[in-house]
Structure formats: structure tokens, C-alpha cells
């Protein structure tokens, strides 16, 4: 079991910051990979940004220079400061994990799990 809880979401002013986080619990072995995606209201969710266990980063291109991924893997915990808010931003933010945890009988299993979601405005 994989628990992943995400937090830092709220209104902001177009040009402004947020940064959230994303904490994963449970009994984890290893973490492959944690990801932002996001979903506007009436839209689909997509992609934002990436970071592996090794902390290669990757994003997508309206993320890029204003957005940074970053990871405490001590605390497994997953962060999005991002700036320069655009109300094109505005969407529920959701965090994704991937890696292996162990069960209840202590076998290892790949797990792959999202996070609940936060809410971020871009007020105008």
C-alpha cells in the first residue's frame, strides 16, 4: 500500500507563486519516478512534469523556465514551485508515484498510484 497526499494548492494573482507538495507514505522500497500532472476544469489531464529516482527532471513545454520539480528522498516527498502564474494554470494538480513497495506478506510488487489532487487558481 502507497499513500500519496498532495498540499501548497489555493489562489494566487496571475504573476505569483505556489509550491506544492506531494508525500508519499506506506512501505515503500524504492521509488522509480514522481510526476506532476494536471486537469482544468472540462479538460483532459495532462502531463506537467517528472523527476526519477536518479533526479533527471523533465517538463513540459508550457512548464518549462517557470515551474521546477524537485524531490526530498529522505522524506519521499515531491515539490512543484512554480512561477509566474498564468490563469491558464488554473487546474486540480495531481501528483503520481512509481516504484516498488511490499505487501502484506513482504513480497516486493511494482506500484504505480496518484494522489487525491489540489487545487490551484490564477486569479487575472
Known amino acids: 500500500q502507497v499513500q500519496l497526499v498532495e498540499s501548497g494548492g489555493g489562489l494566487v494573482q496571475a504573476g505569483g507563486s505556489l509550491r506544492l507538495s506531494c508525500a508519499a507514505s506506506?512501505?515503500?522500497?524504492?521509488?522509480?519516478?514522481m510526476a506532476w500532472y494536471r486537469q482544468p476544469l472540462g479538460k483532459q489531464r495532462e502531463y506537467v512534469a517528472r523527476?526519477?529516482?536518479?533526479?533527471?527532471?523533465s517538463y513540459t513545454d508550457s512548464a518549462k523556465d517557470r515551474f521546477t520539480i524537485s524531490r526530498d528522498k529522505a522524506n519521499n516527498t515531491m515539490y512543484l514551485q512554480m512561477s509566474s502564474l498564468k490563469p491558464e494554470d488554473t487546474a486540480i494538480y495531481y501528483c503520481?508515484?512509481?516504484?516498488?513497495?511490499?505487501?502484506?506478506?513482504?513480497?516486493?510488487?511494482?506500484?504505480?498510484?496518484w494522489g487525491q489532487g489540489t487545487q490551484v487558481t490564477v486569479s487575472s
Open positions: 506506506g512501505s515503500i522500497f524504492s521509488i522509480t519516478s
Open positions: 523527476i526519477t529516482g536518479g533526479g533527471s527532471t
Open positions: 503520481y508515484a512509481d516504484g516498488v513497495y511490499s505487501d502484506y506478506d513482504g513480497a516486493l510488487s511494482d506500484f504505480g498510484f
